[in-house]
């Protein structure tokens, strides 16, 4: 039963990373569009375009 | 890495059809032609660029970037938001590009001296795509933000609940193995730390709710809910500082949780379909140009005053309700009426401000301006219609409102009666009370049968966005159905020919199909189907403004509208001809010697979605704006009874109050923005998918597939719905009934209620998922065999129209004698009209 006061804290640290990813993950807009995403497979990658870093 | 084509983006293949210059950088002329399409009406992007109007669109960041919402039309689903994504990566100076699907907005941020903002809106337009972007005021980030946030409450709620439940079940199960007092107190301060945040974040909303309600003197359903949860945390609070006595945690979390899911699942769709249609509504043209004399000058729309001058070029929207001055084009009143075939205005013609000119610039003179247009007119209809709307949605609530004062009242009866017999256990049964009385299983019912209807329609086709749809669904006794866009369609149909002397009808037929054949919009369609059999293509030449023209026998063949073509000033072709058509005249050498009248055909399922309703003991009403004449016409094809036109959007909206006056029960068909205000009044309304985008926002429900057949499986499953609603109903009072009296008299202890009371919402969701399964058996039936067989038989469809075609050239002769002695009909013998109609060879 000891193994409990180990094991306990232990789930709420990682019941407290999940939250912060999930938060993390809205706050970032993953959860706006949840139809998109489904399609980008189907898009060709075969060009490779480089991005400007942000001003 | 070979040259790629300028529009496509495809590798321009090396062997290239030989008609294009070798450096023009498209692969094929339909690229070529596209984009010079394109190109045309892409100047008007440029005024975004200019500091004020940017500064009412885009927010500037501290690093000089900017940042803009941009509705764009024509976003059909994921793979259209990706190809816009692929469209306008790789651009310098383009930092990032945020399609989303779901509300049709794009967000860019971007640096405006390196890439101008005119240049993105091109780069969309292009795709053939129509950018809107949307002032700062269109409170879209707040929309975002509480999307977000929403989202943020039921991950919370879902996390957090299902670690209380398992710590809970140790709780439960400890005793039987010995859990000492410590290892119990370690799961109830876990416990309360998972349960904190849930319950006063997640529950927020509940708790903000029942404030609210108990600010205005009323009692909703968030005031027990908000009751039950505040009480068992704090109670389970005290309990476990004190290191004893129940622990409610669960029960709390459980409840936020489900309660925020049926919630969420309910607003989702909601949103879905109508945000950013509203915004697109609200987008104005931020400038206008106006004439001054010999000079233009550009001023904000805001600024205009009646009695000026403006210009519109092709492609802009026109701001103010006016009579055109100069000029003739095109205009596209989709977003206003529905009616998605442009219409020709030429000078002294009426032009609606929102309406979108396309052809060629005209000058209007504005008669009304800002408020006073014919769109702020319908939009304010729409808003007075729409509070008047929720009177039923009032008495649902009331009646909630009564079950919880009484649930509140007997809860504290027992509250104080056990005070008096019992002081220890008086908290636990009041709680078990509240718990079992909760109408959790009650409140379960509607939502969840109501959604398990909502996705088995969404299956056939009908977007339910509101709520109360399918309940009013269930009681209609009347339907009231918009002509234009909603009983006929889009595409057009051959309905009158009228011939000069020597040609016959089918002749003049057979050359407009042939001069057409290789054209692909609604006018040449309309004219596919009499294409002679057996004849050489003609060599045809497509002027913009004038029209088709082809040299045959050594005369010149051209095939267009009236105005453009004689000059006429009427698009008909004499006085008290059709007027509801669209008149084609076929010239030789400039003479007239024949006309084609066009109409817009009746959607093919509609005669079987008419004949099923009033199967179904419906009244079946037809509305519409349009002349009597042409309403008539339609009312007899598909034997409506009740019908009635030239009647503007404040008769629809009279007729139907007067209607619902009498006791009716009123389903709205409609499509247009004219439609808006009587949708937004009828008990019930439905919009046509293609309509206009203020249709759909104000309707209960969008027909994405305008398959009319959907609307009666709509009314069955309502029904259907609605028996099991009632089902679900009494289980839930008779789980109540029997459970109550338990629990007042403390035999029920409050986990045993929560499990009775999840036990009791698992029936009742189960009960409603049947809604699904039942949609399912039935597909097989389902309209799309009917639509078939429709499609697979295509004679079907035209021998249906012939029988008016026939009876409209004998009636049109008539008139012609006297009113028009230009062009007479050859022959008045009965038009045998079957597929071998044309299959004469070259008339002459």
Redesign the interface.
Known sequence: MNALYLLIPLSLVLVSIAVTIFIWAVNNGQFDDLDSPAWRILEDDDEIETHDPPA | MSERCRHCSEPIPRMRLNLLEPSCGYCCTGCEAAAAFASEHNDSFNEYNSPEILQTLALQNA???HEADVLVEGIR???C??DIE?RL??N?????V?????NRIVTL?W?QAQIPFSHILKCIAEGGYQPHPLPLDAGLGDL?SD??RA??RL??AG??TM?VMM?SLGLYLGPEYG??GD?RQ??VW?SM??ATPVILYAGQPFFSGAFNDLRHWRVGMDVPVALAVAAAFTMSVVHAINGQGEIWFDSACMFVFFLSLGRHMEASGRRRAQQGLQALVAVQPQNVTVVDGDTTRVIPTDKLKVGMTLLARPGETIAADGVVLHGTSQVDESLLTGESTPLNRGANSEVLAGSVNLDQALEIRADKVGADTTRAHLLRLLRRAETRKPATARIADRVAGHFVLAVLAIASITALVWAQLDPNRAFEITLAVLVVTCPCALSLATPASMSAAAAALARKGLLVTRSHTLETLANITDVVFDKTGTLTESTLEVDEVIASSHWTREHILAMAARMERDHTHPIAEALRAYTPDQCKPLKTRWEAGRGISAIMGGRLYELGSPTLLLGYTSTRPYEGSHSQHTWLVLTEDENPIGWVGLRAGIRPEARQAIADLKEANLQIHLMSGDDNEAVADVALQLQIENAKGRMLPDDKLDAVEKLRENGASVLMVGDGLNDAPVLAGADVSIAMHAGAALAQASADAVLLTGNLLALNEARTLALKARRILRQNMSWAIAYNALALPLAVTGLLTPWLAALGMSLSSMLVVGNALRLLRSSKNKRATSPKSHDGKNQANPSFRQTEHYPSLSFRLSEQSERLDESQPLISLHSLRSVEMTKTLPKTGTPS
């Open positions: 690093e000089g970037a689903c994921g793979a938001a990706a692929k990566r790789g310098a100076g383009l930092y990032s945020n399609v989303n699907a779901h941020r640096n975002r999307d977000r989202m943020l991950g919370l996390l957090g670690q710590l859990l000492s290892i370690l799961l876990a730390l998972l």
